[in-house]
């Protein structure tokens, strides 16, 4: 089959022919009908996963059509519309039983653990427990631009932050998942405050539903920020998140939150923003802040996002911005070294 696929990391991806994927007993074997191109992939190419290994094929947010079904699959059959979160889980352990499966110990990371969706198959172990029926409305380019961006900024929101209708929600960093989390966090009732760097994103954020939005300066104060931040949310927000995984925007996100507040870490903090400082006393004793941190979606909670969507309450669609084939994923990818872009590009032909 055909494939994007790098060498070394930091090499550019070249699209040529690689085995195809073997199908797993318990597994599925997806024809990708479209896979979206993700910062998490930037990540995995410049090497600063430790999970991925080269060569390696990147692509965690796909969706297609299964072809072949392992002996041990009961739930699938040829033919089926499908998509899957990226973290595939056991199915078996108590994490998995408890509706936990994104902190399963025995996760397969689709695109990371293995190779991924930048080819025309790709196999997807325990897919009785993993694979998510499409709905018939929902194309195979939206299902996978809803990646791993609306489903997170989803499961940050309404799993782990439980944010209610008329709170203020603060967004820090507009990439996919910040815009994912505006979209949802407006959808549920909401206040959305949005701030970035990038007054396209703020552009878009105010499309998508955020009321006010905080555009900052490269250089900025963080102080004139919190400041700003609680004049406008009245006291500080209820829920804040840092959806960009850099040590400023996860302290403008803590020091944002009025007293009792929530943060959610979605962004992943890598290398020199793995261990920020946290001002214990000041924020977590004294103004009694929570953090937590949400990384993914278990596959049994995809039916409440498609509600949503089919209900009308947000149009995942809107995200995406742009759609490439697989030659052009390379590119996507190398030129997330400089500015992130707004907006999903999703790649549609293979
Ligand atoms: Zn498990
Ligand atoms: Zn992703």
Same mark, same amino acid.
Not at 176 to 195: C, E
């Given at each position: 089959?055909?494939?994007?696929?790098?060498?070394?990391?930091?090499?550019?991806?070249?699209?040529?022919?690689?085995?195809?994927?073997?199908?797993?007993?318990?597994?599925?074997?997806?024809?990708?009908?479209?896979?979206?191109?993700?910062?998490?992939?930037?990540?995995?190419?410049?090497?600063?996963?430790?999970?991925?290994?080269?060569?390696?094929?990147?692509?965690?947010?796909?969706?297609?059509?299964?072809?072949?079904?392992?002996?041990?699959?009961?739930?699938?059959?040829?033919?089926?519309?499908?998509?899957?979160?990226?973290?595939?889980?056991?199915?078996?352990?108590?994490?998995?039983?408890?509706?936990?499966?994104?902190?399963?110990?025995?996760?397969?990371?689709?695109?990371?653990?293995?190779?991924?969706?930048?080819?025309?198959?790709?196999?997807?172990?325990?897919?009785?427990?993993?694979? =998510? &029926? @499409?709905? +018939?409305?929902?194309?195979?380019?939206?299902?996978?631009? $809803? *990646?791993? /961006?609306?489903?997170? !900024?989803? #499961?940050?929101?309404?799993?782990?932050?439980?944010?209610?209708?008329?709170?203020?929600?603060?967004?820090?960093?507009?990439?996919?998942?910040?815009?994912?989390?505006?979209?949802?966090?407006?959808?549920?009732?909401?206040?959305?405050?949005?701030?970035?760097?990038?007054?396209?994103?703020?552009?878009?954020?105010?499309?998508?539903?955020?009321?006010?939005?905080?555009?900052?300066?490269?250089?900025?104060?963080?102080?004139?920020?919190?400041?700003?931040?609680?004049?406008?949310?009245?006291?500080?927000?209820?829920?804040?998140?840092?959806?960009?995984?850099?040590?400023?925007?996860?302290?403008?996100?803590?020091?944002?939150?009025?007293?009792?507040?929530?943060?959610?870490?979605?962004?992943?903090?890598?290398?020199?923003?793995?261990?920020?400082? =946290? &001002? @214990?006393? +000041?924020?977590?004793?004294?103004?009694?802040?929570?953090? $937590? *941190?949400? /990384?993914?979606?278990? !596959?049994? #909670?995809?039916?409440?996002?498609?509600?949503?969507?089919?209900?009308?309450?947000?149009?995942?669609?809107?995200?995406?911005?742009?759609?490439?084939?697989?030659?052009?994923?390379?590119?996507?990818?190398?030129?997330?070294?400089?500015?992130?872009?707004?907006?999903?590009?999703?790649?549609?032909?293979?």
């Amino acid at each position: 089959m055909r494939a994007a696929i790098f060498e070394k990391f930091k090499a550019p991806l070249e699209v040529r022919q690689v085995p195809d994927p073997a199908c797993p007993a318990d597994g599925v074997i997806v024809r990708v009908k479209a896979c979206g191109v993700c910062r998490s992939d930037w990540h995995a190419w410049t090497g600063a996963d430790s999970d991925v290994s080269a060569p390696h094929v990147p692509g965690h947010e796909f969706a297609g059509v299964v072809e072949e079904v392992g002996k041990e699959c009961r739930r699938f059959k040829a033919g089926d519309r499908v998509t899957a979160p990226f973290i595939l889980a056991c199915g078996a352990c108590p994490d998995c039983l408890g509706g936990d499966a994104t902190v399963c110990n025995h996760q397969f990371v689709v695109g990371f653990s293995g190779w991924g969706a930048f080819a025309e198959r790709i196999a997807v172990p325990r897919a009785d427990f993993n694979l =998510v &029926p @499409l709905p +018939e409305a929902m194309d195979f380019v939206d299902a996978a631009g $809803m *990646g791993c /961006r609306v489903t997170t !900024a989803f #499961r940050a929101l309404v799993d782990r932050a439980k944010l209610q209708p008329g709170e203020w929600l603060a967004v820090h960093g507009c990439g996919g998942v910040g815009l994912s989390a505006v979209m949802i966090g407006a959808a549920l009732g909401a206040q959305v405050l949005a701030i970035d760097v990038n007054l396209e994103a703020i552009g878009l954020a105010a499309d998508l539903g955020a009321e006010t939005a905080i555009g900052l300066t490269k250089h900025y104060d963080a102080r004139e920020i919190e400041e700003e931040i609680r004049e406008i949310t009245g006291g500080g927000a209820h829920v804040s998140v840092d959806a960009l995984g850099i040590t400023e925007t996860f302290h403008n996100s803590i020091r944002g939150l009025r007293k009792l507040g929530r943060h959610v870490q979605i962004g992943m903090p890598l290398g020199p923003h793995a261990e920020p400082t =946290v &001002p @214990l006393l +000041e924020l977590v004793y004294s103004r009694q802040i929570t953090i $937590m *941190g949400t /990384r993914g979606i278990p !596959a049994s #909670r995809f039916p409440a996002l498609f509600e949503m969507i089919a209900a009308g309450r947000i149009d995942p669609s809107r995200l995406v911005t742009n759609r490439i084939p697989l030659e052009e994923a390379g590119a996507a990818i190398a030129a997330m070294n400089g500015y992130t872009g707004s907006g999903i590009t999703v790649i549609d032909r293979f």
